[in-house]
């Protein structure tokens, strides 16, 4: 939305609110976001009525939708359509929750949201830049521009310790610094997540682990005690010792590869932006500051990564969290052996289970279940791949059969991980060589040409060429077919019929 939309709609509001005799503030991160000089996206009115009642009416005024979200705080939502002069807006309203709106304000979860614009009718012209535009009771806007995160109030975090998790998701999205008091303020309040909705969890989680600089703000959480109460399967992490080969215990490893991770996906453009602010860089970044970053298919990865999955969140928040769980049956599966080395068999199948109940626990999507799961199991393969004598054609092509369109997900999970194992010992030069070994894998995929991506047969011609039921043995056939012909090793309708006769005869 424009500055120019902004004013308009909101000189609309002021107008529409004040023929109905109704007092109205924008409020909130909308308020915030004007404070910061950045145009919000969407609107958050606070009312001295019925703000039900008047978001109803606004949707009926400016032709737009009307969505009830909270009768008890007489919450409502009007979704108004884009128009010639304007975006899509959504516009919440909802009562005052104390006698006045600087009481209303104290009450908000965070100072730097605790900002409101009164809209005045006549809403003056050049309204959103004047300085004494807002009504500020806690010192949000001081706040704002030293770049600090405070509670609203000595108990803000305590009234609903799900803000604890809010607190880093805003400090991470707006790139402030928690104030002093706050970890002291999140450690007390953090055992009360164990009560909140797995719903509301997942939400603040994942849209924390969609910024950009996530990393900083889950080691803030862990250090404050909140982030293994929101996932307490990685509690048993913390002390849990690894080989020479890796320079950090297992919990510390997992918050280390989103910091990877991150990282690496800085380099992708604009969107992934992120300070490089050093305490936000990984252990091997700092140790060599050269360190290139050019992922291979750069923009096939930035496209892969900015899918929006919904809830407004990007695929990236998806691969981030199966990131930060990836190692997680490690305790359980630790073996010391009589020559003092030490293996985790099987960590990467108990922790897809593991992977499996949390996703569950956090009521997300079966979608989004299925992949985090399978990022968590496959995560071991490419090193797999990697470490043989010969990466074979057909090897390359069973892995993006088996993985799907997760595959280039877990070429990532594992340039993150490799990094985060080796940190201070990383070579630059064994460092480039991983990269150049994920596009090789990459070009036997996206860089595959299209004869060889197109079906050669279909299950019905199978089963009317051969006489063959249906059943199971169709897909088997089909899957041996497509491995073969990303290979290279078949490329016609008659060499694939060929190939599936001869695994019957076989069979």
């Not at 996932?231 to 320079?247: G, N, S, T, Y």
Request: negative net charge; aromatic residues 4%.
């Amino acid at each position: 939305m424009t500055t120019s939309n902004l004013d308009q709609t909101l000189r609309e509001l002021a107008a529409f609110c004040a023929s109905r005799g109704v007092s109205a503030w924008l409020i909130g991160g909308a308020a915030r976001d004007i404070a910061r000089g950045v145009a919000p996206v969407d609107l958050d009115l606070a009312v001295d009525g019925d703000g039900i009642e008047l978001a109803r009416a606004i949707a009926d005024r400016l032709g737009g939708t009307f969505v009830p979200l909270d009768g008890e705080h007489s919450t409502g939502r009007a979704v108004i359509p884009a128009r010639v002069d304007a975006p899509a807006l959504v516009i919440d309203v909802a009562r005052l929750r104390a006698p006045t709106i600087e009481g209303d304000l104290r009450l908000r979860d965070f100072t730097v949201n605790a900002l409101a614009i009164p809209l005045d009718d006549p809403w003056p012209d050049s309204r959103l830049l004047m300085p004494d535009s807002f009504i500020d009771p806690t010192g949000g806007l001081a706040d704002l521009r030293a770049g600090v995160l405070r509670a609203g109030g000595p108990t803000s975090m305590a009234d609903d310790p799900l803000r604890t998790l809010r607190a880093a998701r805003l400090g991470a999205a707006l790139g402030l610094r928690a104030a002093p008091e706050l970890a002291g303020q999140i450690r007390a309040a953090a055992p009360g997540l164990s009560r909140v909705a797995g719903e509301r969890l997942r939400d603040e989680l994942l849209k924390l682990l969609d910024s950009p600089a996530s990393a900083l703000w889950l080691r803030y959480l862990d250090t404050c005690g909140a982030l293994t109460i929101v996932l307490p399967e990685l509690e048993p992490a913390r002390a849990c010792d690894q080989p020479k080969i890796h320079f950090l215990p297992v919990l510390a490893h997992m918050l280390e590869t989103v910091a990877s991770l991150e990282w690496v996906l800085r380099g992708l453009g604009d969107a992934w932006a992120a300070d490089d602010a050093p305490e936000e860089l990984p252990v091997a970044v700092r140790a060599n500051p050269g360190l290139p970053r050019d992922l291979p298919y750069a923009e096939r990865y930035a496209a892969l990564m900015g899918e929006h999955r919904g809830g407004g969140r990007r695929r990236a928040a998806m691969l981030k969290l199966a990131v930060l769980i990836h190692d997680n049956a490690k305790p359980q599966t630790k073996q010391v052996h009589a020559d003092g080395k030490v293996s985790f068999y099987g960590h990467q199948e108990i922790g897809a289970d593991v992977a499996t109940e949390i996703c569950r626990r956090l009521r997300m999507s079966r979608q989004d279940t299925s992949y985090v799961t399978l990022v968590v199991r496959e995560h071991m393969r490419p090193g797999q791949l990697r470490t043989g004598e010969v990466v074979t054609a057909r090897a390359v092509a069973r892995f993006f059969r088996d993985l799907g369109d997760a595959g280039p997900d877990v070429l990532l999970h594992e340039l993150a991980d490799h990094m985060a194992t080796r940190g201070p010992h990383l070579r630059p030069d064994h460092w480039q060589a991983h990269m150049a070994w994920v596009g090789a894998m990459l070009d036997a995929h996206w860089g595959l040409p299209e004869e060889r991506r197109a079906p050669l047969l279909r299950g019905t011609d199978l089963m009317d060429v051969l006489g063959l039921p249906p059943g199971p043995h169709i897909g088997a056939l089909l899957r041996a077919i497509a491995e073969a012909q990303a290979a290279g090793e078949i490329a016609s309708r008659e060499e694939a019929i060929e190939l599936a006769r001869g695994m019957r005869e076989g069979s």
